[in-house]
């Protein structure tokens, strides 16, 4: 039982940082105005080496950690030869490309940290592919499986436009209050533009998604109810998202100070939220929805 949990936060971790990692990737090389893109890309770099390290470092012990599952518990996570079979699995397969991939984001990083944003972007989108093709999204084959697997991945990757965006937005909350004022409004207005079509997109893909695996919306196993307690905070964090962008942005012309001040509270709320969402999601992906 304590190894399931250890792999859930695994899967946590790998959630969170491949996500904020994806965010800073879009703002710097597509979101923000042109002007500020450089500013964005230097601000967030280390960053950037940070959350993708742990996102390669975590992609790596989750498959450790699997073999001890599928095996005979801790004594089997530190043994190659489980790990082989382990890379043998449908999992395996996948995942051996996941952490592939991750590795090779962080050399690419290293290597010249600001001119190829947009590699990063394609690498972090191929590993959203990826995880969209293991755990329940996986329970198909055929024609309905690839269905599944696709809205699965459109799902991945709008959770992670739109919380991954939540951390660049701040900052530049803080830049528009300064010289770069003009060119962070554009940036924000930017983001909530792609922000509508990245929270529509993870309502309709997850109530697909939900459908696919339980058959229903609401479901009495413990799967079904934390699943619940997620899509709770999810709509909260919509209803927070609403009113920064239809009551607190009219605000701002008449109270500019106190309205940007809150503004920034409810992106941090939005934040936290999102990291509890995320927690909930790794934590039931791993039970069996029946």
């Known amino acids: 039982m304590a ?20 965010g800073c990737l879009l703002y710097a090389a597509a ?9 964005i890309a230097q601000r967030f770099t280390g960053l950037l080496r940070v959350t993708l390290l742990l996102s390669a470092v975590t992609s790596t012990l989750m498959l450790m950690a699997q073999g001890g599952l599928m095996a005979d518990g801790w004594g089997d996570v ?18 051996l490309w996941q952490i592939l991939l991750a590795w090779v984001s962080v050399v690419v990083l290293w290597l010249r940290p600001h001119r190829q944003m947009p590699v990063l972007i394609i690498l972090c989108v191929a590993q959203f592919l990826l995880m ?14 690839a269905l599944q697997r696709t809205n699965h991945a459109v799902h ?37 533009r792609y922000g509508h079509a990245a929270v529509a997109g993870v309502i309709v893909s997850g109530i697909i998604n939900t459908l696919l695996i339980q058959g229903t919306l609401v479901s009495s196993t413990a799967y079904g109810k934390l699943l619940l307690i997620k899509s709770a ?32 509270r409810t992106t ?16 039931f992906a791993t039970w069996e929805p029946f």
């Open 156 to 192: 991945l990757l709008c959770a992670a436009a739109w919380f991954g965006g939540l951390l660049p937005f701040a900052y530049c909350l803080r830049l528009a209050k300064g010289r770069w004022r003009t060119a962070a409004i554009v940036t924000m207005m930017r983001y909530s």
């Open 31 to 39: 979101w923000a105005a042109p002007s500020l893109r450089r500013l």
């Open 3 to 22: 190894l399931a949990y250890v792999y859930a936060g695994l899967r946590w971790g790998h959630f969170v940082t491949l996500m904020l990692a994806f």
């Open 132 to 145: 969209a093709g293991v755990g329940h999204a996986a329970m198909r084959d055929g024609i309905s499986g």
């Open 78 to 95: 530190f043994s190659p030869d489980v790990w082989l079979a382990v890379a043998g699995t449908r999992f395996g397969s996948v995942w």
């Open 268 to 283: 941090q709320a939005e934040l936290i939220l999102g990291t509890l969402v995320l927690a909930a999601v790794s934590l």
């Open 233 to 264: 905070l999810v709509a909260l964090m919509v209803v927070i998202a609403l009113a920064n962008r239809y009551v607190l942005v009219p605000r701002m012309a008449t109270d500019r100070s106190r309205t940007e001040s809150l503004f920034l």
